[in-house]
């Protein structure tokens, strides 16, 4: 049985805090209420070490779920999502396959600011294109996602 990856705000803006993971499946339950991104970006006075000049990262890993594909997941990726995370503010740092887990991908995106970070999430969810994209390829999966601003002695900010 095919299940749906469901990238909307409601599953992207996870609960705030430094690591969080939720469960991306297709299926009738409405999906939580979105919670705001925690702060991170520039001028981040709560955490030590961080330059103010620091955009905001998200580090996310998916862990595709037994009877789903990875390489349908890597697919949909190469031809669809980062060209669309692009023309929704995002910017591609990079994106991973772990050498020992062959189920998982991790990738890396960077936003002005947490505000700048929701605002590209809606739009990429309510885009028409990725609305049948996921669509029309299913893939079920576990999302952890960190928040990350760049320290003070980063060579990326």
């Known amino acids: 049985?095919?299940?749906?990856?469901?990238?909307?705000?409601?599953a992207a803006a996870l609960p705030a805090g430094p690591s969080t993971a939720?469960?991306?499946t297709g299926g009738a339950a409405a999906p939580a209420a979105p919670r705001p991104t925690p702060p991170c970006g520039p001028n981040l006075t709560t955490v030590k070490n961080v330059d103010p000049r620091s955009r905001c990262f998200e580090m996310?890993?998916?862990?595709?779920?037994?009877?789903?594909?990875i390489d349908l997941l890597h697919?949909?990726?190469?031809?669809?999502?980062?060209r669309l995370f692009a023309k929704h503010g995002m910017t591609n740092i990079g994106y991973w396959q772990p050498v020992d887990r062959p189920n998982q991908l991790i990738y890396l995106l960077a936003y002005?600011?947490?505000?700048?970070?929701?605002?590209?999430?809606?739009?990429?969810?309510?885009?028409?294109?990725?609305?049948?994209?996921?669509?029309?390829?299913?893939?079920?999966?576990?999302?952890?996602?960190?928040?990350?601003?760049?320290?003070?002695?980063?060579?990326?900010?």
């Open 75 to 82: 697919s949909r990726f190469r031809q669809h999502t980062t």
């Open 60 to 69: 996310r890993t998916y862990t595709v779920r037994e009877g789903s594909s």
């Open 112 to 157: 002005p600011d947490a505000a700048s970070r929701d605002k590209a999430w809606a739009a990429f969810s309510a885009d028409p294109e990725w609305v049948k994209v996921r669509t029309d390829t299913q893939v079920s999966v576990q999302v952890d996602s960190v928040f990350m601003s760049a320290t003070d002695y980063s060579s990326i900010k």
């Open 22 to 24: 939720a469960a991306q």
């Open 1 to 10: 049985m095919k299940h749906l990856l469901l990238l909307s705000l409601a």
